[in-house]
């Protein structure tokens, strides 16, 4: 099984090392084509108006100055000498639940991979604040990814879905079993804060205020704050059926 891996926070990032881990204990063919730099936040976004460039970092291993989709592209049509059987995109730094999906560079990953019609699966570990650090057990991804990963991979394979896992900060001893879950929904949590700079003119900082407090049962937010890992199926096809059913009474076609 030849494996494309890839991801939002740079090759360079500590969860990359354990995206890298975790797909040699499925297969010997494992490459990474992942960004230079950190690209979180430009979900399935495409670099079209500045050239790429790729630094090769070893043997089947390269960084691209793009996104993860660019990356995903790079690695399919130039790079690999024949497509992935399969792509893993993460171990992201911080969970990607509810909303965070539709922003979320490591679910771009995945979104290129499926249109290119390879199994992609997106995995995410969520972290604590500790003393204004970010503090994670990166084993849980570690040891429990692969087992999840080899059990989807039994399933047929169904053309437009996706995977998306995360993982709960926790104890070893805390992991509570997995739970099969839907996309949750908080209240918009992005604020903009103004600046100034050297020079007194203004500038702006957009950044996160969401409350994981309020969760929906039932959902990935909800799996995370009970400490088990969730899996979720997502899909491309964002058409809402049964609304286009009211469209078609609507309009007579």
């Known amino acids: 099984m030849r494996i494309l891996l890839t991801n939002d926070d740079s090759i360079h990032a500590d969860g990359f090392r354990v995206l890298e881990e975790i797909a040699h204990t499925l297969s010997d063919d494992v490459w990474s084509v992942a960004p230079e730099t950190d690209r979180s936040g430009l979900a399935h976004s495409l670099t079209q108006l500045e050239p790429l460039r790729v630094r090769k970092y070893g043997d089947k291993r390269y960084s691209v100055t793009g996104t993860p989709a660019d990356c995903v592209i790079v690695g399919v049509r130039d790079l690999l000498p024949e497509p992935p059987d399969l792509i893993l995109s993460g171990v992201n730094s911080g969970a990607n639940i509810a909303d965070d999906i539709i922003y979320s560079g490591t679910i771009g990953g995945t979104i290129e991979g499926t249109l290119f019609g390879v199994p992609s699966i997106a995995l995410s570990q969520h972290y604590d604040f500790v003393d204004g650090e970010r503090v994670f057990n990166w084993d849980i991804s570690r040891k429990n990814a692969p087992a999840i990963i080899r059990k989807l991979l039994s399933l047929p394979r169904k053309e437009g879905v996706f995977y998306n896992i995360n993982f709960p900060n926790c104890r070893d001893e805390e992991l509570q079993a997995v739970r099969v879950v839907s996309q949750g929904k908080r209240a918009h949590g992005y604020q903009v804060e103004q600046r100034l700079d050297g020079r007194k003119f203004p500038y702006y900082w957009?950044?996160?205020?969401?409350?994981?407090?309020?969760?929906?049962?039932?959902?990935?937010?909800?799996?995370?704050?009970?400490?088990?890992?969730?899996?979720?199926?997502?899909?491309?096809?964002?058409?809402?059926?049964?609304?286009?059913?009211?469209?078609?009474?609507?309009?007579?076609?």
Request: charge should be negative.
């Open 206 to 253: 957009i950044h996160s205020v969401h409350d994981m407090a309020e969760y929906e049962v039932g959902s990935d937010a909800e799996a995370l704050a009970l400490k088990a890992p969730s899996v979720s199926a997502l899909r491309i096809d964002m058409t809402d059926y049964e609304t286009n059913h009211s469209l078609v009474s609507l309009f007579g076609s």
